[in-house]
């Protein structure tokens, strides 16, 4: 059975969540103070928490603060009724695993919590993907043509190598691209796709990425 | 004419300079004209003396020979040794007929009108004689034969001045060049004495320059080493206004924070019991989307009021290097889930400019679902971007009904209920939104018929280009 920890201090929030929660077969207890939730969190009898940002005694920025430096990696859901961009920034960057801005569509929650708790399970995606010289290391977001230098990727220059690397050799399509890296189920008429593989031959050379005329385009594999 | 100096350093330096170049001029001017008085005092007394001499040789020389001005001029002639600063010169019957060598080598001519008031002269008279000699005085003595048809004659004493008038220059030029070393030792250090003093000044500028909301900690330093009373009043009154621009943008902060705070928690609730509400018939499940949908619309305005209280505040954009092209073509993938129309992205800027990534998608999806809001399926909705050298443009096409002319500048207000900005879904705050998202970034925002009929809201700012990373650098291996 799954264990959910919510920190919330609103009592209406914690109900509607404990049933909401309950009804999709989460087990939940509840704490309403900072120190309470460091405390409960760090027992180990938890699967991921939700986390109010604006506990009283501690507020939850502090407590995930805190959790992440004992060294716990309990998945955290954040949730916030400020807007502040830099809270975002902040939560993720002191180890919040997702964000929600109150109010929230609860199927939204649920869907949150799931992908967390099912990453949280997964281990081990290897650290760089490789094809003959080119290597693209994923978690800096850099790339490399050995023995050259490393240089660093823009996130969707970062989106557009993934895509080579992980299908070396094989021709991928504009349309292909527009929904891998942009999303775009059909094609507006852009030319992004050619902008971006330009500026990705900037750092990889020329040659390494082949425009196959009327299809797309080819990540030489050697 | 000299361009007034707009620093207080110049200004102070360039009155300095001109006070101690008028007070240097005079005493030049003053030491000239002293020296040279002096002088002419000095040669005037030499041709007194010279004439002296004349008269007693006159009263001493025999009877028999005074009856012929030219023997008595010849005699005295004769006998005169003047040094080389003088010249002796008699003067018979309107010609010069004996001089002494000396002065010109004996080359010395006199003026015609001069020896002409010479021979009508009944006394002694004395007047300047420039020329190649350089500047001199003449004493002219006339000399008359008792005889009734006598010879007409004058002794012409003359006493160059070109000496003292070489050492006068001299004098001059000594103090002159002086005067310039001082007065360019003056300005030097009263630049850096002013430089100093308007130190703090600068200090207060750069500090004043530094202060965006998110620096507003910053202060004038008052306890750095000798600093004048009057100044570290000037940085305390400074320092004092700039605790109380941070104690109001501070508190300003925390209660737009709190409003959303106290707006957002019943909204929260309300929704979440809503939704997980269990035993609902069918007329209870059509009434909780409907609140659930009027709750949303409540969260927008409470979203929409606090941005529009936080546009004007220093902080509102939060700027980092922005992709055009990326942005907009992820625009239209995130807005082609609004509705099916024809979506299109129009031009292409490859350029990577400094701005709010957020508040730019913001305000095109504020676009995009009013364009959705006015057109049917089927109909085109295009996304475009154009790059100039100072500015870029984002813009939204659609091919529906347009604004009308009138409408163009109202739209943009808050609470506008016009065609356009009130919308069904609509808070009646997105354009006035998306006005302010502009604005922040220095630009402006403004609708136009599209040459098709429909609207084109345009987004026009200003371009600061952020260089791509520098690859080269990063040579390390990542671990």
């Known amino acids: 059975m799954t264990h959910l920890l919510i920190a919330e201090d609103e009592e209406q929030i914690v109900t509607f969540l404990s049933r909401g929660l309950h009804d999709a077969g989460f087990t939940t207890e509840s704490v309403t103070t900072g120190p309470d939730a460091l405390a409960h969190a760090a027992t180990g009898a938890f699967d991921l928490m939700v986390l109010d940002l604006g506990l009283p005694q501690m507020d939850g920025m502090e407590v995930l603060a805190r959790l992440r430096a004992q060294g716990c990696t309990l998945p955290v859901v954040i949730l916030t009724a400020r807007d502040t961009v830099g809270d975002t920034v902040a939560a993720l960057q002191s180890g919040a695993d997702d964000y929600l801005r109150k109010p929230f569509a609860f199927d939204e929650l649920l869907a949150r919590i799931r992908v967390r708790l099912r990453a949280h399970a997964v281990v081990g995606e290897p650290e760089s993907l490789r094809a003959g010289a080119v290597c693209l290391h994923l978690r800096t977001r850099r790339i490399q043509v050995e023995p050259g230098p490393w240089h660093d990727l823009t996130t969707r220059e970062f989106a557009l190598a993934e895509q080579f690397l992980r299908h070396p050799g094989q021709v991928l399509t504009r349309q292909q691209l527009l929904s891998s890296v942009w999303d775009l189920d059909f094609d507006p008429g852009t030319n992004v796709v050619n902008v971006y593989v330009s500026y990705l031959r900037r750092k990889i050379g020329e040659d390494r990425i082949e425009t196959v005329r009327g299809s797309g385009y080819r990540l030489r594999p050697q | 004419m000299i361009p007034r100096p707009r620093t207080m350093q110049g200004r102070v330096t360039g009155w300095v300079l001109l006070l101690v170049t008028v007070t240097l001029s005079l005493n030049l001017l003053a030491v000239a004209v002293y020296l040279h008085e002096r002088n002419q005092a000095a040669i005037e007394t030499e041709l007194e003396h010279e004439a002296v001499k004349f008269r007693r040789f006159l009263n001493s020389v025999d009877a028999a020979e005074t009856d012929s001005v030219a023997r008595v001029l010849h005699a005295y002639v004769q006998q005169a040794f003047p040094d080389t600063r003088e010249a002796i010169l008699g003067v018979v019957d309107g010609v010069t007929t004996y001089r002494t060598?000396?002065?010109?080598?004996?080359?010395?001519?006199?003026?015609?009108?001069?020896?002409?008031?010479?021979?009508?002269?009944?006394?002694?008279?004395?007047?300047?004689?420039?020329?190649?000699?350089?500047?001199?005085?003449?004493?002219?003595?006339?000399?008359?034969?008792?005889?009734?048809?006598?010879?007409?004659?004058?002794?012409?004493?003359?006493?160059?001045?070109?000496?003292?008038?070489?050492?006068?220059?001299?004098?001059?030029?000594?103090?002159?060049?002086?005067?310039?070393?001082?007065?360019?030792?003056?300005?030097?250090?009263?630049?850096?004495?002013?430089?100093?003093?308007?130190?703090?000044?600068?200090?207060?500028?750069?500090?004043?320059?530094?202060?965006?909301?998110?620096?507003?900690?910053?202060?004038?330093?008052?306890?750095?080493?000798?600093?004048?009373?009057?100044?570290?009043?000037?940085?305390?009154?400074?320092?004092?206004?700039?605790?109380?621009?941070?104690?109001?943008?501070?508190?300003?902060?925390?209660?737009?924070?709190?409003?959303?705070?106290?707006?957002?928690?019943?909204?929260?609730?309300?929704?979440?019991?809503?939704?997980?509400?269990?035993?609902?018939?069918?007329?209870?499940?059509?009434?909780?989307?409907?609140?659930?949908?009027?709750?949303?619309?409540?969260?927008?305005?409470?979203?929409?009021?606090?941005?529009?209280?936080?546009?004007?505040?220093?902080?509102?954009?939060?700027?980092?290097?922005?992709?055009?092209?990326?942005?907009?073509?992820?625009?239209?993938?995130?807005?082609?889930?609004?509705?099916?129309?024809?979506?299109?992205?129009?031009?292409?800027?490859?350029?990577?400019?400094?701005?709010?990534?957020?508040?730019?998608?913001?305000?095109?999806?504020?676009?995009?679902?009013?364009?959705?809001?006015?057109?049917?399926?089927?109909?085109?909705?295009?996304?475009?971007?154009?790059?100039?050298?100072?500015?870029?443009?984002?813009?939204?096409?659609?091919?529906?009904?347009?604004?009308?002319?009138?409408?163009?500048?109202?739209?943009?207000?808050?609470?506008?209920?016009?065609?356009?900005?009130?919308?069904?879904?609509?808070?009646?705050?997105?354009?006035?939104?998306?006005?302010?998202?502009?604005?922040?970034?220095?630009?402006?925002a403004s609708v136009t018929s599209a040459p098709a009929g429909g609207a084109r809201f345009t987004l026009r700012l200003p371009r600061h280009d952020v260089a791509e990373p520098s690859s080269d650098l990063l040579d390390a291996v990542p671990q």
């Open chain 2, 101 to 444: 060598p000396g002065l010109g080598e004996g080359s010395l001519t006199l003026d015609s009108s001069l020896v002409s008031r010479a021979m009508r002269a009944q006394e002694p008279f004395t007047v300047s004689v420039d020329g190649d000699h350089g500047h001199a005085l003449a004493s002219v003595i006339p000399v008359r034969q008792s005889a009734p048809a006598g010879q007409q004659g004058a002794l012409v004493i003359v006493e160059s001045a070109q000496e003292q008038q070489q050492g006068i220059t001299d004098t001059v030029q000594v103090l002159g060049l002086v005067g310039l070393a001082a007065i360019s030792l003056t300005g030097m250090v009263s630049w850096l004495i002013a430089g100093r003093v308007a130190a703090p000044l600068r200090q207060v500028v750069r500090t004043a320059e530094a202060i965006d909301a998110r620096a507003l900690s910053a202060r004038i330093p008052t306890d750095e080493g000798d600093l004048d009373e009057d100044v570290i009043a000037m940085a305390t009154t400074f320092n004092r206004m700039l605790d109380r621009l941070e104690a109001a943008v501070e508190s300003q902060r925390d209660f737009l924070d709190d409003a959303a705070h106290e707006m957002r928690t019943p909204l929260t609730i309300i929704r979440g019991h809503l939704e997980t509400m269990k035993h609902r018939s069918g007329d209870d499940v059509a009434t909780v989307r409907l609140l659930v949908g009027e709750v949303a619309r409540m969260d927008r305005l409470v979203s929409d009021l606090l941005i529009l209280a936080k546009a004007a505040r220093p902080d509102f954009l939060n700027r980092h290097a922005v992709d055009l092209d990326d942005l907009v073509v992820r625009a239209v993938a995130t807005a082609s889930a609004l509705g099916q129309r024809e979506w299109r992205v129009i031009g292409t800027a490859q350029a990577r400019v400094l701005a709010d990534e957020q508040r730019l998608t913001q305000a095109l999806m504020q676009l995009t679902a009013n364009a959705v809001e006015h057109t049917r399926p089927g109909d085109t909705i295009a996304v475009g971007v154009e790059c100039q050298r100072d500015w870029f443009e984002l813009s939204v096409t659609d091919s529906g009904p347009g604004v009308p002319l009138a409408d163009q500048e109202r739209i943009f207000d808050r609470f506008q209920q016009g065609n356009r900005s009130g919308t069904r879904n609509g808070t009646g705050l997105g354009l006035a939104i998306v006005r302010s998202i502009a604005q922040a970034h220095g630009g402006s």
